[in-house]
Protein backbone atom coordinates (compact mmCIF):
# COMPACT_ATOMS: atom_id res chain seq x y z
CA UNK A 1 0.00 0.00 0.00
CA UNK A 2 1.49 3.53 -1.13
CA UNK A 3 0.46 6.40 1.33
CA UNK A 4 1.27 9.71 1.62
CA UNK A 5 1.45 12.02 4.72
CA UNK A 6 0.58 15.43 3.83
CA UNK A 7 1.57 18.08 6.61
CA UNK A 8 3.40 21.22 7.50
CA UNK A 9 6.54 21.67 6.28
CA UNK A 10 7.75 24.98 8.33
CA UNK A 11 9.06 23.61 12.13
CA UNK A 12 13.12 23.03 12.08
CA UNK A 13 12.98 19.28 11.39
CA UNK A 14 10.88 20.26 8.35
CA UNK A 15 8.42 17.58 9.56
CA UNK A 16 6.94 16.92 13.21
CA UNK A 17 8.62 14.19 15.00
CA UNK A 18 5.20 12.65 15.81
CA UNK A 19 3.95 12.36 12.20
CA UNK A 20 7.25 11.15 11.58
CA UNK A 21 7.23 8.05 13.69
CA UNK A 22 4.26 7.35 13.08
CA UNK A 23 5.52 7.48 9.26
CA UNK A 24 8.01 4.82 10.11
CA UNK A 25 5.62 2.59 12.04
CA UNK A 26 3.65 2.32 9.11
CA UNK A 27 6.67 1.07 6.95
CA UNK A 28 8.10 -0.82 9.76
CA UNK A 29 4.59 -2.89 8.95
CA UNK A 30 5.48 -2.87 5.58
CA UNK A 31 3.33 0.15 4.25
CA UNK A 32 5.38 2.18 1.50
CA UNK A 33 5.57 5.89 3.04
CA UNK A 34 5.72 9.33 0.90
CA UNK A 35 5.88 13.21 2.49
CA UNK A 36 4.25 15.87 1.11
CA UNK A 37 5.23 19.17 3.27
CA UNK A 38 3.62 22.38 3.17
CA UNK A 39 5.65 25.47 2.90
CA UNK A 40 4.27 28.68 4.22
CA UNK A 41 2.46 29.78 7.31
CA UNK A 42 -0.96 31.09 7.51
CA UNK A 43 -4.10 30.49 5.04
CA UNK A 44 -2.27 32.26 2.76
CA UNK A 45 0.54 29.71 2.75
CA UNK A 46 -1.74 26.43 2.97
CA UNK A 47 -3.70 28.25 -0.31
CA UNK A 48 -0.39 27.94 -1.93
CA UNK A 49 -0.01 25.07 -2.18
CA UNK A 50 -2.91 24.06 -3.79
CA UNK A 51 -1.79 23.82 -7.21
CA UNK A 52 1.50 22.42 -6.06
CA UNK A 53 0.09 19.11 -4.43
CA UNK A 54 -2.04 18.82 -7.12
CA UNK A 55 0.74 18.72 -9.84
CA UNK A 56 2.55 16.48 -7.31
CA UNK A 57 -0.38 13.97 -7.26
CA UNK A 58 -0.37 14.34 -10.94
CA UNK A 59 2.62 12.70 -11.24
CA UNK A 60 2.91 10.23 -8.03
CA UNK A 61 -0.03 7.85 -7.29
CA UNK A 62 -0.49 6.72 -3.58
CA UNK A 63 -3.41 4.10 -2.61
CA UNK A 64 -3.69 7.06 0.41
CA UNK A 65 -3.93 9.85 1.10
CA UNK A 66 -3.33 11.06 4.65
CA UNK A 67 -3.31 14.86 5.78
CA UNK A 68 -2.03 16.04 9.32
CA UNK A 69 -4.01 19.03 11.07
CA UNK A 70 -6.89 20.49 9.62
CA UNK A 71 -5.61 23.29 7.44
CA UNK A 72 -3.39 20.69 5.72
CA UNK A 73 -6.94 18.52 5.23
CA UNK A 74 -7.81 21.57 4.03
CA UNK A 75 -4.88 22.20 1.10
CA UNK A 76 -5.36 18.23 0.43
CA UNK A 77 -9.09 18.82 -0.09
CA UNK A 78 -9.29 21.65 -2.59
CA UNK A 79 -6.57 19.89 -4.12
CA UNK A 80 -8.97 17.19 -5.10
CA UNK A 81 -7.00 14.06 -3.14
CA UNK A 82 -8.74 10.68 -3.14
CA UNK A 83 -9.30 8.99 -0.59
CA UNK A 84 -8.35 11.43 1.98
CA UNK A 85 -7.88 10.94 5.79
CA UNK A 86 -7.49 13.59 8.33
CA UNK A 87 -5.89 13.24 11.72
CA UNK A 88 -6.51 16.24 13.98
CA UNK A 89 -3.85 16.58 16.62
CA UNK A 90 -5.68 18.97 19.11
CA UNK A 91 -4.78 22.55 18.57
CA UNK A 92 -7.51 22.22 15.38
CA UNK A 93 -10.24 21.08 18.04
CA UNK A 94 -9.04 22.71 21.59
CA UNK A 95 -7.32 26.08 20.31
CA UNK A 96 -9.48 27.71 17.05
CA UNK A 97 -12.85 28.13 16.52
CA UNK A 98 -12.36 29.07 13.03
CA UNK A 99 -11.00 25.26 12.62
CA UNK A 100 -13.97 23.48 14.36
CA UNK A 101 -15.73 25.00 11.74
CA UNK A 102 -13.46 24.15 8.82
CA UNK A 103 -13.67 20.72 9.63
CA UNK A 104 -17.42 20.73 10.05
CA UNK A 105 -17.78 21.98 6.09
CA UNK A 106 -14.86 19.67 4.66
CA UNK A 107 -15.35 16.36 6.62
CA UNK A 108 -18.69 15.42 4.95
CA UNK A 109 -17.40 16.78 1.43
CA UNK A 110 -14.10 15.38 0.95
CA UNK A 111 -12.46 13.06 4.00
CA UNK A 112 -13.04 9.70 3.80
CA UNK A 113 -12.12 9.19 7.06
CA UNK A 114 -10.95 11.56 10.42
CA UNK A 115 -8.92 10.61 13.18
CA UNK A 116 -9.21 12.16 16.81
CA UNK A 117 -6.88 11.58 19.31
CA UNK A 118 -9.00 11.07 22.49
CA UNK A 119 -12.46 11.08 23.03
CA UNK A 120 -12.76 14.52 24.17
CA UNK A 121 -11.68 15.93 21.15
CA UNK A 122 -14.47 13.72 19.98
CA UNK A 123 -17.15 14.93 21.96
CA UNK A 124 -15.77 18.74 21.88
CA UNK A 125 -16.35 18.31 17.63
CA UNK A 126 -19.64 16.57 18.26
CA UNK A 127 -19.34 14.75 14.31
CA UNK A 128 -20.69 11.33 13.77
CA UNK A 129 -17.75 8.55 12.72
CA UNK A 130 -14.53 9.68 14.17
CA UNK A 131 -11.98 7.60 14.65
CA UNK A 132 -10.29 7.91 18.26
CA UNK A 133 -6.55 6.66 17.78
CA UNK A 134 -3.80 8.18 20.15
CA UNK A 135 -0.25 8.85 18.99
CA UNK A 136 1.91 6.28 19.83
CA UNK A 137 5.03 6.56 21.11
CA UNK A 138 8.35 4.75 19.68
CA UNK A 139 9.80 2.20 23.12
CA UNK A 140 13.07 1.67 21.48
CA UNK A 141 13.70 5.33 21.56
CA UNK A 142 11.85 6.36 24.80
CA UNK A 143 14.17 3.79 27.31
CA UNK A 144 14.82 4.12 31.03
CA UNK A 145 18.63 4.40 31.64
CA UNK A 146 20.62 5.26 34.99
CA UNK A 147 19.45 9.02 36.24
CA UNK A 148 23.11 9.55 36.84
CA UNK A 149 24.33 8.34 33.81
CA UNK A 150 21.31 10.90 32.00
CA UNK A 151 22.29 13.80 33.97
CA UNK A 152 26.62 13.49 33.43
CA UNK A 153 25.57 13.51 29.57
CA UNK A 154 23.55 16.81 29.95
CA UNK A 155 25.99 18.13 32.84
CA UNK A 156 23.46 18.28 35.23
CA UNK A 157 24.00 18.13 39.06
CA UNK A 158 22.58 14.56 40.07
CA UNK A 159 22.29 15.91 43.93
CA UNK A 160 19.39 18.29 42.31
CA UNK A 161 15.84 18.00 42.06
CA UNK A 162 15.30 18.38 38.26
CA UNK A 163 11.68 19.14 37.25
CA UNK A 164 11.13 19.06 33.60
CA UNK A 165 8.50 21.70 31.75
CA UNK A 166 8.39 19.78 28.48
CA UNK A 167 7.54 22.40 25.92
CA UNK A 168 8.30 25.73 24.90
CA UNK A 169 7.29 28.19 28.31
CA UNK A 170 6.79 31.01 25.70
CA UNK A 171 3.54 28.96 24.52
CA UNK A 172 0.68 30.35 26.02
CA UNK A 173 -1.28 26.96 25.91
CA UNK A 174 1.32 25.58 27.69
CA UNK A 175 0.40 27.66 30.90
CA UNK A 176 4.00 27.89 32.18
CA UNK A 177 3.23 30.75 34.91
CA UNK A 178 1.43 28.03 36.88
CA UNK A 179 4.37 26.13 37.32
CA UNK A 180 6.19 29.26 38.20
CA UNK A 181 3.24 30.50 40.69
CA UNK A 182 3.36 27.01 42.61
CA UNK A 183 7.12 26.37 42.35
CA UNK A 184 7.04 29.82 45.18
CA UNK A 185 5.12 28.26 47.93
CA UNK A 186 7.54 24.67 47.81
CA UNK A 187 10.05 25.05 51.11
CA UNK A 188 13.98 24.21 50.29
CA UNK A 189 13.18 25.36 46.46
CA UNK A 190 16.37 26.13 46.13
CA UNK A 191 17.59 22.47 45.62
CA UNK A 192 15.14 22.28 42.54
CA UNK A 193 16.14 22.54 38.80
CA UNK A 194 14.17 23.69 36.15
CA UNK A 195 14.43 22.45 32.76
CA UNK A 196 12.18 22.87 29.80
CA UNK A 197 11.98 21.83 26.04
CA UNK A 198 13.55 24.95 23.82
CA UNK A 199 15.26 23.81 20.38
CA UNK A 200 15.90 20.30 22.12
CA UNK A 201 17.06 18.16 19.34
CA UNK A 202 14.01 15.14 19.17
CA UNK A 203 17.01 12.82 19.86
CA UNK A 204 17.82 13.81 23.56
CA UNK A 205 14.81 14.43 24.84
CA UNK A 206 15.37 10.34 26.27
CA UNK A 207 18.10 12.12 28.15
CA UNK A 208 15.84 14.84 29.28
CA UNK A 209 13.66 12.30 30.77
CA UNK A 210 15.83 10.04 32.32
CA UNK A 211 18.18 12.80 34.25
CA UNK A 212 14.55 14.49 35.15
CA UNK A 213 12.92 13.46 38.62
CA UNK A 214 9.64 14.89 37.49
CA UNK A 215 7.89 16.11 34.71
CA UNK A 216 5.18 18.89 35.01
CA UNK A 217 2.55 19.37 32.73
CA UNK A 218 0.52 22.59 33.69
CA UNK A 219 -1.20 22.78 29.99
CA UNK A 220 -4.81 24.34 29.79
CA UNK A 221 -5.79 22.13 27.01
CA UNK A 222 -3.88 19.20 25.07
CA UNK A 223 -4.92 16.38 22.52
CA UNK A 224 -3.24 13.06 23.58
CA UNK A 225 0.43 14.91 24.68
CA UNK A 226 2.88 12.57 23.76
CA UNK A 227 5.36 14.36 26.29
CA UNK A 228 3.09 12.49 29.02
CA UNK A 229 3.89 8.74 26.70
CA UNK A 230 7.23 9.27 26.54
CA UNK A 231 7.57 10.44 30.27
CA UNK A 232 6.36 7.03 30.86
CA UNK A 233 7.73 5.38 28.73
CA UNK A 234 11.11 6.21 30.72
CA UNK A 235 9.49 5.69 33.72
CA UNK A 236 9.60 9.31 35.21
CA UNK A 237 7.00 10.82 37.92
CA UNK A 238 4.33 12.94 36.31
CA UNK A 239 2.46 16.25 37.74
CA UNK A 240 -0.50 17.35 35.21
CA UNK A 241 -3.58 18.92 34.93
CA UNK A 242 -6.63 17.28 33.69
CA UNK A 243 -6.20 17.55 30.23
CA UNK A 244 -6.80 15.44 27.15
CA UNK A 245 -6.09 12.28 27.68
CA UNK A 246 -3.65 11.91 30.62
CA UNK A 247 -6.02 10.53 33.45
CA UNK A 248 -6.26 7.88 31.34
CA UNK A 249 -3.02 7.20 30.45
CA UNK A 250 -1.39 7.65 33.95
CA UNK A 251 -4.07 4.99 35.13
CA UNK A 252 -3.31 4.38 39.31
CA UNK A 253 0.19 4.82 38.15
CA UNK A 254 2.23 5.00 41.35
CA UNK A 255 3.90 8.29 41.38
CA UNK A 256 2.08 10.32 38.94
CA UNK A 257 -0.63 12.87 40.05
CA UNK A 258 -3.16 14.93 38.46
CA UNK A 259 -3.89 18.38 39.80
CA UNK A 260 -5.80 21.06 39.47
CA UNK A 261 -5.06 24.99 38.26
CA UNK A 262 -4.55 26.10 42.09
CA UNK A 263 -0.72 26.77 42.55
CA UNK A 264 -1.22 25.13 46.29
CA UNK A 265 -2.28 21.82 44.84
CA UNK A 266 0.37 22.01 42.29
CA UNK A 267 2.61 23.03 44.58
CA UNK A 268 1.39 19.50 46.85
CA UNK A 269 1.64 17.46 43.69
CA UNK A 270 5.21 18.04 43.17
CA UNK A 271 6.45 17.51 47.03
CA UNK A 272 4.45 14.29 46.83
CA UNK A 273 6.01 13.27 43.57
CA UNK A 274 9.33 14.36 44.49
CA UNK A 275 9.14 12.13 48.06
CA UNK A 276 8.12 9.41 46.17
CA UNK A 277 11.79 9.77 45.44
CA UNK A 278 12.20 6.57 42.61
CA UNK A 279 10.90 5.67 39.03
CA UNK A 280 7.67 4.59 38.33
CA UNK A 281 6.16 1.22 36.43
CA UNK A 282 4.57 3.87 33.40
CA UNK A 283 6.39 2.07 30.84
CA UNK A 284 4.67 -1.30 31.57
CA UNK A 285 0.80 1.07 31.29
CA UNK A 286 1.88 2.02 28.40
CA UNK A 287 2.49 -1.50 26.78
CA UNK A 288 -0.96 -2.52 28.68
CA UNK A 289 -2.82 0.21 27.13
CA UNK A 290 -1.01 -0.56 23.58
CA UNK A 291 0.15 2.77 22.46
CA UNK A 292 3.69 1.36 21.47
CA UNK A 293 3.81 2.40 17.51
CA UNK A 294 3.49 -0.79 16.25
CA UNK A 295 0.06 -1.73 17.92
CA UNK A 296 -1.21 2.25 16.86
CA UNK A 297 -0.02 1.70 13.33
CA UNK A 298 -2.18 -1.44 13.00
CA UNK A 299 -4.98 0.41 14.33
CA UNK A 300 -4.00 3.25 11.59
CA UNK A 301 -3.90 0.42 8.79
CA UNK A 302 -7.27 -0.79 9.94
CA UNK A 303 -8.66 2.81 9.54
CA UNK A 304 -6.98 2.88 5.63
CA UNK A 305 -8.29 -0.37 4.53
CA UNK A 306 -11.88 0.40 5.41
CA UNK A 307 -11.45 3.12 3.41
CA UNK A 308 -10.26 1.23 0.57
CA UNK A 309 -12.97 -1.43 0.92
CA UNK A 310 -15.57 0.86 0.39
Not at 7 to 15: A, Y
Not at 114 to 126: P, Q, R, Y
Not at 185 to 210: A, V
Not at 281 to 287: F, P
Request: aromatic share 10%.
Amino acid sequence: MKVLFISSGNTKTKISPIIKNQGKSLQKAGLNVDYFTIKGKSVRGYLKNIKILRHFIKNNKFDIYHAHYSLSGFTASLAGVKPLIVSLMGSDVKEYWWSRLLIWLLKPLFWSACIVKTEDMANSLKVKNLQVIPNGVNLKHFVPIVHNYACEKLGWIPEKKHLLFPAKPNRPEKNFQLLINSLKLIKKRENIELHFFKDIPHNQTNLFYNASDLVVLTSLWEGSPNVIKEAMACNCPIVSTDVGDVRWILGNTEGCYITSYQPKDVAKAIQKALHFGKRTNGRERIKQLKLNSESVAQKIIEVYNKVLDH
